[in-house]
């Protein structure tokens, strides 16, 4: 037996004095509402109304038991109330702050078009780790190495000039005679992470570059203002240099990557992401695809 919508007929047609008016009160047809009074009548042993020809009174059974009846229609409303609007609620979300806000905003207006509301929080890496585990926000985009990730974004070298060659090699890098200033690579916050940082600076020493040539900037724009600024290099995703009116090229002989996963205090919290946000997360970041 439907309780809730037991009590809902009683309710109605007690309040209307009438099954057609109660029915059509409910928005139920006449017959239902019948059947589920009779329904909560078998259940709970007594009569609820004496029926008339053109009208329908309560019992005295059925006035005792009517304010429970209200109560239980009651607690079913609010609870109704309640979950439509923990449904709007944002789900707080910590994102890369290295995304831009075009992004960002494709992001959020893709989200709701999957019926899921975002409260967006740029942050870096060690920073969205240290905001879910707070539970400061709901989910977080974790950096982890790229096969272990959900999402893979490919990273390559962005300048301020057009690069000839198809792809750059780190070796081109050393420096020459002369005492012409050694080409730098720079780091933003989103990739001075190990499984990014340690890969490039392991390449570095084997390459025999200078430690100074693997450099991590306190911030994307410093980054970006150093690239601007000389022959240096950004290391980026594709989408990112586009965004930056950087030119990018792929990195010879080495595979570098970001990676990320949903971290969630909740895990259906996370679930969702990668399943109902999994396309427009990706196209966030920049993934090539979903793993």
Not at 256 to 273: E, S
């Amino acid at each position: 037996m439907d309780l809730v919508g037991a009590c809902r007929a009683f309710v109605s047609v007690s309040e209307r004095g009438s099954f057609t008016l109660g029915a059509a009160a409910a928005r139920i047809p006449q017959s239902v509402a019948s059947r589920r009074i009779a329904a909560l009548e078998e259940a709970l042993g007594g009569r609820l109304f004496d029926r008339a020809p053109r009208r329908a009174k309560l019992t005295p059974f059925g006035l005792d038991v009517l304010p429970a009846a209200k109560r239980v229609v009651q607690a079913a409303e609010a609870l109704e109330h309640d979950a439509r609007r923990a449904g709007r609620r944002p789900l707080r979300l910590a994102v890369p702050d290295s995304c831009g806000t075009r992004t960002l905003a494709r992001l959020d207006a893709d989200a709701r078009a999957r019926g899921v509301v975002l409260d967006l929080r740029p942050a870096a890496p060690a920073e969205r780790a240290e905001l879910v585990r707070n539970q400061e926000v709901r989910v977080a985009l974790t950096a982890v190495p790229a096969e272990e990730g959900t999402w893979s974004v490919p990273l390559g070298v962005a300048s301020a000039r057009p690069v000839e060659a198809a792809t750059v090699y780190l070796d081109t890098l050393r420096p020459g005679r002369g005492g012409r200033a050694a080409r730098r690579v720079w780091l933003q916050p989103e990739d001075d992470v190990p499984h990014v940082r340690d890969r490039i600076v392991r390449a570095r020493d084997a390459l025999g570059l200078r430690p100074s040539q693997v450099a991590v900037a306190g911030s994307l724009t410093s980054a970006v203002a150093e690239v601007l600024g000389s022959t240096d290099l950004l290391l980026c995703p594709a989408a990112q240099a586009d965004e930056l009116d950087l030119h990018w090229r792929p990195v010879g002989g080495l595979v570098l990557a970001r990676g990320y996963d949903a971290t969630a205090a909740i895990g259906d919290d996370a679930d969702r992401i990668r399943t109902t946000l999994a396309g427009p997360v990706a196209r966030c970041l920049g993934a090539e695809g979903v793993a």
